[in-house]
């Protein structure tokens, strides 16, 4: 298992972050065996399907450059202007060849990684210039990886080579009892689809190395336990500054549920351990709305606050558990608590016109019918 400097075990994966902060240094999976594969498999194969417009386009700069008139042997300038023709043409020959090389070397560096510019890493490092890490880097892992690598291609494309020229002797040896002519078309061809042949060995080793540099990228990007700690503390804060930010969150939140019992048309209590302010207005709530809730110590002083401003308290103790654990402040009451709480409402609203008419006392119902899947003990 790696460790880093501090000898602590990198057992943890790498979080999105280390993975977006190894990209802006540019350190993203690439695969050379890859990009060599790409590069020479298609390369080969553009040439051999180019080789036709090759050759009528060499064949015509031949016959241009070559047979010259008399007086343009003896002028330089003459020459040189034949000179730059052909260099011209040549290069207009050879633009769509490379312009595919370029395609292709750019579409294999970006499949493994994406594409990446990192001006971190274009920045110039004195230390890249250090003899002794560039030991280190020669007699490391990766070089030893690297030389056997190297190693497996030499010996890859030599048996590969071996067994073609084995296996195509007889037809090598044919070309010689050929016409000159056929036997230049016959033996380019060979070597075209020889060469073809060979470069699709480069895709055993890029099979091989593609999913190793994705498995040593992840391997240098693994933290260890105390590495992950002190990126949480740096992206989202130190636990004590939470832990106080949440304590004040939910200080105030309370202050501004008590600001909302003064306002409620009662409190149904447990009675000691629950405590439900409600509020309810027929001509703008569709139905009784929970502006405060708390249990023991917050309970009591919600039923306090109520006792200052003369806030009718109700016990019940069955539907008080209901709407506690039902509910979220600033919620309506669940439709499974409408008949229970309208009984509620009827008997406190009837106990308002009392104290203000008189007449006789309203009687308060024993008991709420609250449906079984909402009760709480």
Known sequence: MAENQDGQEK?????????????????VPRSRELNTMALTMVGVAALMLMAGSFTETLEKLFRSNFI???????DPNALMAHLG??????????????AILVVVAVAASVAL???NISAEAMQPKL???????????????KGLMELVKSLAKFVLVGVATVLLLWSWSGDILGLAER???VALVEGLRMVGWASLLIASTMTLMAVIDVPFQMWQHKKELKMTQQEVRDELKQTEGRPEVKGRIRQLQREMAQRRMMEEVPKADVIVTNPTHYA?????DPDSMAAPLVVAKGKDLLAATIRELGDEHKIPRVEAPILARAIYFNTEINETIPAGLFLAVAQLLAYV????????????????PDEYPVPEDLQHD
Do not use: N
Request: proline residues 5%.
């Open 68 to 74: 010259l008139a008399r007086e343009d042997i003896f």
């Open 127 to 141: 230390s890249k210039l250090s003899p002794l890490k560039g030991f280190k880097r020669m007699f490391g892992a």
């Open 179 to 181: 016409d000159v002519s």
């Open 85 to 98: 023709l052909a260099i011209q043409d040549a290069l207009i020959m050879l633009l769509p060849f490379f």
């Open 276 to 280: 439900i302010a409600l509020r309810y």
């Open 11 to 27: 057992s943890q994966e790498p979080t999105a972050k280390r993975i977006a902060d190894a990209r802006k240094k540019g350190q």
């Open 113 to 115: 990684g994406g594409f």
């Open 349 to 364: 609203f009837q106990l308002r016109a009392w104290k203000q008419e008189g007449g006789d006392i309203p009687q308060r």
